[in-house]
């Protein structure tokens, strides 16, 4: 069965560089969310789109903006990196009606 | 806003025994309830969920949770613990709305000692 797709697997940047993730859902699901998991710590939700619209918005910085795009992949972009963005970048998929999460395998980000 | 407690970061289980792996909860309404897994480097992997019905919920890999209203709890449980069940293990709520967010607790590793 087809499972969420998150690109690079891996990143190393600078920083003030700027990075782009992206994720492809599942087909057929209408939700995506954006989460953010530091070293040792607890996904943290940052931003979430229902059938292309931001539907919520959680702890994102200022720096970093997503969206969803018409064939329902979704990019989240960092600008202006810091030493503390590194971490690992989930991106989820779900059916709205059901509530479960399909979870991709993550995007390391490293900031050096 | 909801938010999610387990008050454990750590749980040693010999291979073999029960295992119990504690959650609880806060919503202002009705919660779906979630366990997900996280083994090293890797994405959660969904266990089960509570959204109605029957207070025991059964999932993936054996594992089994009870939800109990009045303790606002959703504790995760198996009967007889594997070395493979060592990882982390995360209880996550939701408000049943269209599009909610899930809230991920702080994560319990769970040890199996063999």
């Known amino acids: 069965a087809a499972g969420v797709i998150q690109s690079p697997r891996h990143l190393i940047k600078e920083k003030r560089e700027t990075a782009t993730l992206k994720c492809y859902p599942i087909p057929r699901h209408d939700t995506v969310y954006w989460y953010q998991q530091g070293p040792g710590q607890d996904p943290q939700f940052l931003i979430s789109?229902?059938?292309?619209?931001?539907?919520d918005k959680g702890s994102i910085p200022d720096r970093f903006s997503a969206q969803q795009f018409s064939d329902y992949h979704s990019e989240l972009n960092m600008s202006s990196l810091e030493l503390g963005d590194s971490a690992l970048y989930f991106c989820a998929s779900s059916i709205s009606s059901t509530g479960e999460l399909f979870f991709g395998e993550g995007s390391r980000l490293t900031v050096l | 806003a909801q938010s999610v407690a387990q008050p454990e970061d750590q749980v040693n289980v010999a291979e073999g025994n029960p295992l119990t792996v504690k959650c609880t909860y806060s919503v202002s309404g009705n919660p779906y309830l979630f366990w997900y897994v996280q083994y090293p480097n890797r994405g959660l992997q969904f266990l089960l969920k509570?959204?109605?019905?029957?207070?025991l919920v059964k999932g993936s890999y054996g594992f089994e949770a009870e939800f109990n209203k009045s303790q606002t709890s959703f504790h995760l449980k198996k009967p007889s613990a594997l070395v493979s069940d060592s990882a982390l293990y995360f209880c996550?709520?939701?408000?049943?709305?269209?599009?909610?967010?899930?809230?991920f607790g702080k994560g319990t590793r769970l040890h199996i000692l063999p």
């Open positions: 509570y959204i109605t019905g029957d207070n």
């Open positions: 996550a709520v939701s408000l049943m709305n269209r599009d909610d967010k899930i809230i």
């Open positions: 789109f229902y059938e292309k619209m931001q539907s």
